[in-house]
Structure formats: structure tokens, C-alpha cells
């Protein structure tokens, strides 16, 4: 009895065990799609007041993974890359103008766009995750998804501008 009860705690420990590896094998792809910073934002249309809507679109070799990275990619955008307006709707610069930004603040951006990170407060799916059948494209061997998300810009400018990260928009020059 006690020789079976081992064997299945061990069988547990093995499952478990292999579950946590393939999760993490999961996550370290999709950092490691989400660190080479390759996305496109196009404005989507007009959010509530102080937000943004945009359309992310993000590459990855498995669909699932580039919707998921197409927050971390819009947040990322928004401070330094900025998009182009389109149809009336006016275009807007990135958070920060110093290109050195990101490997300054090295660090900090890196527990900033880390999963479960604090990027997330900022960024929420606004189709619920839903794909569009022409926002789902295949480039070579990597997917090309689009995600409408919509970005709390006010917000994210004011935790950015109380850690220290860019100035005040009332700071002197």
C-alpha cells in the first residue's frame, strides 16, 4: 500500500513537474517574440477621453502568442514609437523623445513589461481577444495578427512621469 502511495506521488511530481516546463518554455517564446519589438499600431478610432484605440499588429510563429504580446507591444508603442493618424483622426508622437530611453531605464522596463508586469494596468483588449479572419495573415513562417486594444495613455503617462521615467508635461525645458 505504502509502495503504491509513492509511486503516485512520484507520478504527480513527475506531471507536475513537466507541466511547469512546457509553461515556461511557452512564456520564454513569447518574450523572446515580444523582445524583438516588432509591431505595427494603426489608430482604430476615437477612445474614451485620455485613451487610445488602436489596432496592434504583432508577429509571432504561433497566433495565440502574438495576441497575447499585442499588449505589451501597444504600451510599447505609445512610449516610443507613437502611430500616424488616419482617416481624421490625428496621429500622436511617442511618451518620450530620447531614443536611449529603454537602455537607460533598462532595468525598469524590463520588470515594467515582465508577464503579469505593470504594463497590464494600462492595456485591455477591446474585442475581447477576438480575431478578425482579415486580421489573421501568414508572413513566411510567422503569423501577422491584429487586436483592437484600447490603451489608458493619461494613466500611463502619469505612473511614467511619477517614477522619474519622462518629464512632466509641465516640467520646464
Known sequence: MKKHSTIRIMLMLLITGFSTAVYAQK????????????????????????????????????????????????????????????????????????????????EWFKAFFADGGKYQKFVSLASDGAVAAEDRMKVGKQYKIGVLVSVNVALLRKDLEDAGIIKSLNAGF
Open 27 to 106: 512564456d520564454k517564446k513569447a518574450n523572446a517574440d515580444t523582445e524583438a519589438w516588432r509591431y505595427e499600431l494603426e489608430v482604430a478610432g476615437t477612445g474614451v477621453q485620455g485613451t487610445y484605440l488602436l489596432k496592434v499588429w504583432s508577429y509571432s510563429k504561433k497566433p495565440n502568442v502574438a495576441i497575447e504580446q499585442a499588449k505589451k507591444n501597444a504600451v510599447h508603442g505609445i512610449i516610443f514609437k507613437g502611430f500616424a493618424g488616419d482617416q481624421g483622426i490625428l496621429g500622436k508622437p511617442p511618451l518620450t523623445t530620447n531614443s536611449n530611453l529603454e537602455q537607460e531605464k533598462d
